[in-house]
C-alpha cells in the first residue's frame, strides 16, 4: 500500500504544480482583461514543457483522513515527506522551507517537511487532501478571536473589509476558505481544510450554505479583478466549515488561495 500511494501522490502533486486546476480554468480561459494574454500563456507553457505554473512551488500541506479502525503498518508522516522530497528533487521545482523560523532560516534544499493534519472517519478509505501553499496567499492567512455575541453581520464584515485591504496581495481571484468555532487553532485548520473543497460544493447546513452565497457575491462586489487588475473576478469560491465552541469564544480564520488553487486528492480503498 505505501508504494502504491507514494505512486498516486507524486502524479498527482506534480500534476497540480503544472497543469492548472480545471475549475479555475473556467473562470481564466474567459477572461479577457488586462494580463490575460500572459497569464493563458503561462498555463500553456507550464502544461506543454513540464515547468511549475508559478515560481513559488510553496510548502506542501496534507489533510489525512483515516478509517477510525484501521491499522496502519508504515509511517505516514515518513511516507508524505519522501513523496515531497521526490517531487522536489527531481522536478527541479524551488525549495521553500527553512531550518528554523526565527534564527538561521537556511534553507533545507528538499522543500520537507510537510505539514499534516490527521483526522478520522468512519468510511472505508483513506483520503488525503493537499495544497501547495505559496508564501502569497499563506501571508494573508488570519485570526480574529471575537465577542460571543458577534452577528453573522458583523462577521460578514470583518472578511470584506479584510479582503477589500489585503486581497490584491494574495494572486486574485482568490478561492477563500472559512473557519467559525472550536478553538482558535481548530479554526484556522477548518479555514484551510475548506480550500481542499471544489467550488461548487456548498455546506450542507443551509444558513452557512445561504452564507457563502453572499459572501461570494458580496466580494466579487469589490472589483479587486484578477491579479488585483480591476477586471473579472475577484473570488472563485468561499467555503465554510464550523464546530462547536465554547460559550465564551467565537473564532473565525479566513485562509486563502490564489487564482492557480493548487490542490488534490488521493483516495484508497481499505
Known sequence: MRDYIFKLLTAE??????????????FIDDYEGPFSEEIKNNILIAESKGLPLCQDTGIIEFFVFLPKFFN????IEELLNDVVLYVYKNNFY????????LFERVNLGN??????????????????RFLVKGGGSENLSALFMLKPTSSKEDIKKIIYDYIKNNGMRGCPPLNIGIGIGGSSDKAV?????????????????IFYSDFEKELIEDLNDLKIGFQGLGSGRSVYSVHINYFPTHIAVLPLAISIDCYLVRKGCVRIEV
Open 13 to 26: 502533486i506534480k500534476k497540480a504544480n503544472e497543469i492548472i486546476n480545471d475549475e479555475a480554468k473556467i
Open 72 to 75: 496502519i503498518s508504515f509511517d
Open 94 to 101: 524551488r525549495y521553500s522551507t527553512v531550518n528554523d523560523p
Open 111 to 128: 522543500n520537507s517537511p510537510s505539514i499534516v493534519h490527521y483526522m478520522f472517519h468512519n468510511k472505508k478509505f483513506i483520503e488525503i
Open 189 to 205: 485548520v477548518l479555514s484551510k481544510l475548506a480550500l481542499t473543497y471544489d467550488f461548487n460544493n456548498r455546506n450542507d447546513n
